[in-house]
């Protein structure tokens, strides 16, 4: 689990970075963590599942990933009307840059692996994955629109205080995030698990949900993203807090719980 560690180590330390950095910086930084989060991600899937099972949440997660992207850029379906910033995050496919996608695997896996240990069934994990990730998008969303990555074009309301982004925007990730989940069910039947420690997945969902809801209350200046982030990915993160403190959900191989 050492080897797995290192790109989540390396990702919470360029995030820290992430206030401190402006213009092209900020925008370097900001790569560096999309690559980070999926390296992390696709690392612990391969260490406890085989780098073809690895390869497979890549595909899944990023190809469904680029494709909403491509879709909702060009049609406004299923987020609404967007645009990205042109030249900001490298390359570019269709318009999207090739960091999206990878950021959806980047920012999926620890919620779904988190979902897995608190769901009793397969349909359990799909909608907790997918309220989970609506809850990171509490964060991602205001965060990416104030720092100009991407601009709203919707005349759908949003939430109050963030009425910048519409509330089909959070409709469209929990579809979105559905299907992901739902194939990753599928897929997760194809490999048997090594039993590995889940710490790794766990300590990135914590320190997304804990870490992004200081950094917009203290250093980004967004109060109201740090409320609804937090309150969002709450819905897994405080029954998971309460589960390790009660011993029905452990992380390390070798030890036991209900969960």
């Not at 967007?82 to 996608?101: C, F, I, K, M, T």
Request: proline share 6%; glycine share 16%.
């Amino acid at each position: 689990m050492t080897i797995s560690a290192v790109p989540a180590v390396l990702l919470v330390l360029v995030q820290i970075a992430y206030p401190l950095a402006h213009g092209v910086g900020r925008d370097r930084v900001t790569v560096a963590v999309v690559l980070l989060s999926a390296g992390a991600a696709l690392t612990h899937a391969a260490v406890t599942r085989g780098v073809r099972w690895a390869a497979g949440v890549l595909v899944i997660v990023s190809g469904v990933g680029l494709v909403a992207e491509v879709v909702g850029t060009a049609t406004g379906i299923p987020f609404g009307g967007y645009d990205y910033a042109s030249g900001r995050l490298g390359p570019e496919v269709l318009g999207v840059p090739v960091v999206v996608p990878l950021a959806w695997t980047g920012g999926l896996y620890p919620v779904w692996v988190v979902a897995g240990l608190l769901a009793k069934g397969a349909a359990g994990r799909v909608s907790l994955t997918a309220a989970g990730a609506v809850g990171w998008d509490l964060f991602l969303d205001p965060q990416m629109v104030a720092d100009g990555q991407w601009t709203w074009r919707s005349p759908i309301p949003g939430l109050p205080g963030l009425g910048e982004i519409p509330v089909s925007n959070y409709v469209g990730w929990f579809a979105v995030a559905t299907v992901m989940a739902g194939l990753l069910e599928w897929w997760d039947r194809t490999a048997a698990g090594s039993g590995a420690a889940r710490a790794v997945p766990v300590a990135v969902f914590g320190w997304t949900w804990l870490g992004s809801t200081l950094a917009h209350a203290v250093f980004l200046g967004l109060p109201v993203s740090a409320v609804y982030g937090f309150c969002g990915l709450g819905v897994l993160g405080i029954p998971l807090v309460r589960g390790l403190k009660a011993r029905r959900i452990t992380l390390w191989p070798g030890t036991h719980g209900t969960m």
